[in-house]
Every structure is written in structure tokens, then in C-alpha cells.
């Protein structure tokens, strides 16, 4: 498989001048040594940084797929997330460069081609249908940043965009399962096995809808409480929709605040609402409380030298560990719940479902709406303030379903 960096040409000596070599081609810097031909070997690797297809353009020979491919990805690597580079790094990686790593030029990549890596996709069975629909449209795309890069002739990439999508039943694949909502009577049953900084950003999560990098990446300063109506307002500073909606401002109502006021003081704005660090003294403290005998020589060494170089925690919770400390406190719940009382698994986006099912059965469609942000590329601008006001009258009004008193017992569901 090929790296995926570029690694710039030395400067060399050829005779009395200073060169470089770029796809087999001599480049002439100046005289050997000089100022300007050390000056001109700066500015080419400033402009070869500057541009992942600065090697492929200089050269005269046809660009394979293998490079189109590798060149993409340093691309992707500085204007994708995280996650989106993922994506790219995953279907470049195991499906188009195991069958077309070698010296395939990109004009001969054809919609055969493509369907042949898609096929590969289908085999291994790691993606579902609509997963593999996207991730061939991606390799298509990969292509049209080609031509755009005039790396790839523009028939090329009109030519695969040909490929249609796989239709439900298509010999070999399978359908993703939909995520389901979390009931309230799962979500309580599992909080007392929480330590409070995970299951405050569970409630806090279930009572307004958020996702979950919402709940998780919230700071200090992005809480507005100065504006006098009875709410705050979480405006958090990047938001998955944010290119489509811009600025995006969360209401708060009492429960909300109840929740959140414990963790916010003595904190500058910079700081983290909730943090790892936090928790895990939380978790540390509980086992000291109910630790029943006493430490062993042992013990007492390792604690020392644990004290003499602690462990560090992340600023901030991530989607993994988020999830890891709620499957935590699953497993923990488990281990002393009969058959019958065991909780199933669940995640935090599921949390974002249940919020979004509750306020649909307390009010209508368009409050559902409001609540989780949906927006879609018909929404007028009208119409999304309404869906503000109505988000606002939701957190002055929403029930607190962790609120025992005069609810009805819920069944754990199995």
C-alpha cells in the first residue's frame, strides 16, 4: 500500500547546479550552494505543501489511480473532519487500492471498474446497502476532485457517475437496522450507576434532544444566562448543520439549569462543563466509600506511584468514550440484576430519539421538529423561527421524567 504523505525531493547537485527531481524530470534551482537556488527550493516546497497535486501536475507521465487516490487523501486529510476522512482512508485503503493499487491509469477506470470495487464492498460484508451506496458515490467523487485538479479527464468522472444506486433486496446485501429510542424506565434504571457527571449529561441529553457532541463538547462560556426571560442558551461553537443553518442556540429550561448549575462553578468559559477528570474522581470516590477492607502494603505502593506520575485525562468526552461510560454503567447495572431486570443496550444518540418521540406524543410533528434542529434544504428562514419559539415554549413547559413523584412504575423493557 502506498504512504500517504508526499515526501519532498532533495536538493541535489548536478555538475555545478543545484536540481531536483520530480517524476523523473530534472528541475534546475541555480548555481550549487547559492542563495537563490536554496531560495527556489524553498518556494517549491512551499507551493508543493500548498497543493497535494503539485508532483502529479509537474510530471508528464499519466496519473494512475493509485496516485489519484493518495493525493486525494492529503486533500481529504486537511478539509475533512475526522470522520469524513475516515470514510475516504477506509474505502481507499481496503477496497480501491486492493484492486486497483497498481499502475491503472485514471482514464481507464471505468464504471466496470467501480461497480467490481463495489462488488468487493458487498462480499466482504462490513457495510449495508446504504452504506455502500455511499461510499460509491465517494470513489465517484474522489475522481470528480480529480478533474477538477485536471487529473482525471472530465469524461471520466461523468462516465461513472452512470453507476446507479443499488436498489432494497439487491442480491448480497443487507439493510441497516433503524436506531430505535431509549424508554424513560431504561434510562432510570440506569442511572444510579452512573457517576453523576455521566448520568447529568444523560439527562440533560434525553431532556433537550441534543446530539450527543453537542452534550459532550459543551463549555463554560457557550451558555448564555444573562438574557433575562427565565431560559439559558447553549450556543454551541460548531454544530453538524452549522454550514446549512448557521449559529445554532439551544434553550434551557428549569430542569436543564438544575442540572447544569452544579457543574459550572468555579469554571472559566474555556473550560469544559463536563469533564473525564471530573468523572473519574466521581468513580474513584464511590469505590473508596464502599471499600470494605482495608488496603494492602501492596495497594498503598501502587497508589503512591500513581500520585508520583497520575494519569491524564482528556479535556473533553469524545462519541467513544461517551458511549463507553454508559456501556459501563450497563454492564455494571448487569452484574447485580437478576435475568429478568437486566437492562438492555443503548447509546447516547438513542437519547436523542427518545427526546424527539416524547415531544411528538406531547405535541405534534412540528414540535419534534423544533426540538432536535432538523432543517431541510425547503425550510424558509419564517419558518425556522417558528420552530425556535415553539423549542422555547418546550423548555418553559417539558415534564422531567426523571421526576419519580407521581409517575407510574415503569417495566424495564427487556
Known amino acids: 500500500m502506498p504512504k500517504l504523505t508526499n515526501r519532498p525531493p532533495q536538493y541535489k547537485q548536478s555538475g555545478k547546479y543545484a536540481v531536483i527531481y520530480v517524476n523523473g524530470e530534472r528541475i534546475y534551482l541555480g548555481l550549487y550552494g547559492s542563495p537563490e537556488s536554496h531560495a527556489a527550493y524553498s518556494r517549491f516546497i512551499a507551493e508543493s505543501q500548498a497543493n497535494p497535486t503539485f508532483y502529479l501536475a509537474k510530471g508528464e507521465k499519466n ?24 470514510h475516504y482512508r477506509t474505502i481507499v485503503m481496503d477496497f480501491l487500492l486492493k484492486l486497483y493499487g497498481g499502475d491503472t491509469p485514471v482514464d481507464s477506470f471505468k464504471p466496470s471498474c467501480l461497480k467490481l470495487v463495489r462488488e468487493e464492498m458487498i462480499h466482504s460484508r462490513r457495510f449495508n446497502r446504504n452504506t455502500i451506496n455511499k461510499y460509491t458515490r ?13 487529473l482525471v479527464p472530465e469524461t471520466t468522472y461523468r462516465a461513472l457517475k452512470t453507476v446507479k444506486f443499488l436498489p432494497v433486496g439487491y442480491p448480497g446485501t443487507f439493510e441497516g437496522k433503524g436506531r430505535e429510542d431509549v424508554h424513560d424506565a431504561v434510562i432510570k434504571a440506569t442511572l444510579p450507576y452512573m457517576p453523576p457527571t455521566i448520568a447529568a449529561m444523560v439527562k440533560l441529553q434525553r431532556l433537550t434532544g441534543m446530539r450527543p457532541s453537542e452534550v459532550f463538547g459543551m463549555r463554560v462560556g457557550n451558555i448564555d444566562r444573562t438574557r433575562g ?5 447553549y450556543v454551541p ?11 445554532k442556540s439551544i434553550p434551557l429550561g428549569k430542569y436543564e439549569q438544575e442540572i447544569l448549575a452544579p457543574f459550572l462553578i468555579g469554571k472559566k468559559p474555556t473550560e469544559a462543563v463536563f469533564s473525564p477528570r471530573q468523572a ?12 470494605k477492607t482495608k488496603l494492602t502494603p501492596s495497594q498503598i505502593a501502587r497508589d503512591k506511584a500513581r500520585a508520583a506520575k497520575p494519569l491524564t485525562y482528556a479535556e473533553l468526552y469524545d462519541k467513544h468514550t461517551y458511549r463507553q461510560a454508559i456501556a459501563h454503567a450497563i454492564k455494571k447495572a448487569n452484574r447485580h440484576l437478576s435475568n429478568g431486570e437486566k437492562i438492555p443496550h443503548w447509546t447516547p444518540y438513542q437519547l436523542r ?36 419559539v415553539k423549542a422555547e415554549a418546550l423548555a418553559r413547559n417539558r415534564r422531567n421524567p426523571f421526576d419519580t413523584d407521581g409517575l407510574e412504575n415503569e417495566r424495564v423493557a427487556g
Not at 493509485?66 to 475516515?86: I, M, P, R, S, W
Open 237 to 247: 461553537a460548531h454544530h453538524k448543520t452549522e454550514r446549512f443553518i448557521g449559529a
Open 63 to 86: 496519473v494512475t489511480v493509485q496516485e489519484l487516490a493518495v493525493a486525494f487523501l492529503e486533500h481529504a486529510k486537511v478539509t475533512q473532519d475526522k470522520a469524513g476522512y475516515g
Open 138 to 150: 465517494r470513489i465517484a467523487s474522489l475522481f470528480e476532485w480529480g478533474v477538477e485538479n485536471e
Open 353 to 388: 430519539h427518545a427526546a424527539g418521540t416524547a415531544a411528538e406524543n406531547d405535541g405534534t410533528l412540528d414540535d419534534a421538529q423544533a426540538l432536535l434542529g432538523h432543517r431541510t434544504p425547503d425550510t424558509t428562514r419564517r419558518y425556522a423561527h417558528n420552530q425556535h
Open 229 to 233: 426571560n427565565g431560559l439559558w442558551y
Open 280 to 291: 473519574m474522581e466521581e468513580r474513584n470516590a464511590e469505590r473508596r466509600t464502599k471499600r
